[in-house]
Structure formats: structure tokens, C-alpha cells
């Protein structure tokens, strides 16, 4: 990462970019500044950096106020960056703007799966950690021991249990984290300003294969 003190849009502002000389960047990197740190999604839908004329058209509505006061701090709470109003309205910088348009041409559940995880900087669980079991229902703290049931009818003992980590359950991570993942591939396909050449998510798109192939050859 490098910073730029950069004109126009940013008014000055030092602007932490995650690209270097090279304008050079993984999609998913991006994707997490733009919206993780730009916040372009929730800054954008506020008004800032539109002209008169597209916020009229968004049925948004500007109005003046002190940067001091309680609006602020209550915008501050809401969005996590202060919107600058005036002639300081230009607040994302047009990289992350670009970004943001792209993911609302994704369908609805892909653009919240992108931004969710943009904003969190983090990755769908595929199920990387998941172990099928069964646990007890019920749990005897004190004795440290699964509560036994006694059944009247039959007159057997039995466990409760429920099942942690089911296929079905692991089967449904790993198609969240499929979606995201052709979202980003979609996203890196587009073009983007400032001559930045995006590249495709260096994370595999389905890493459950590549960690069933590295413990099948340890085997070896």
C-alpha cells in the first residue's frame, strides 16, 4: 500500500490505496478497501460525490449543517465516515465508486454476499473446520456427562442428541462461498479507472478439492 495526496475528488485528502506502482490488484483486495474502508456502498447511498442533478434524480435530499454537531455525530454512528457536505461532498474516491456500481449489476443475494464480506474483510466458511458429529441435547455440567433419559413406554435409557456439522449443512457453506467467489470473478472481468489492471481472486474457488488433494497425497 502506498498514499497519495490526491486532487479532484479527494480534496486533498491522504488516501490510503491498496494497489502499489504497478496498479496492480486482486479483486477480493479491492473489494475489501472499497467497501471495508472507502465504505463506498453506505457513503454513495447518502449522496456524497453525486452532483445536484443525479441527487435530484435519487430523490435525495442535501442540507447544510454544522460539522460539529449532534447530525454528525449521529451520521458518524450510522455510516462509520463522515460525509463531507458542500464542496467537500466528493468522499469516495472513484475507484470505489466504480467498484460499488459494478456489484449492483450483480443479481440481489451476490451483491450482499460482496459487500457483507468487503465490509468485514473476511471469507464465507466453507466448512473448513467442520466435523461431522453428534452432540448431546442435553448436558450435566456439574457431573460433566450427557443427561440420560429414561423412556416409560419402552423402559430404555437413551442420549439426546443432534447432529453438528451435517452434509447438508456443510453443502449449503460451500454454495454461499461459490456464489461469492463468481461474483468476484465477474467483478474482475470489468473495467476500472485510474489504468488499474484487476485481477481474478488468487483464493481458490472451491478449496475443499484443494485440501482433499493435499491430504490424499500426504498419504502417498
Known sequence: MYRIKGPGQEHGRRITLP????????IEMLVRWAFGDQKADRIIDAGAGLFEGELAAANIRRQGRSRDGTGVAAEIAVLGAVIRTSQDSGEVHEVAQTVNDHVATLPDTMSKLVVGYGRAKSRPDWGEAARTRLVPLYWDSRRRRAMIDYDEETGATYCAVYLVDGPDEVNARRQIYELWHSALVYLAGKRYPA??????????????????????????
Open 19 to 26: 494497489w502499489g506502482p504497478d496498479k496492480r490488484i486482486d
Open 195 to 220: 489504468g488499474l489492471v484487476v485481477t481474478a481472486p488468487e483464493v481458490a474457488a472451491r478449496p475443499w478439492r484443494e485440501k482433499f488433494k493435499v491430504k490424499n497425497s500426504s498419504r502417498l
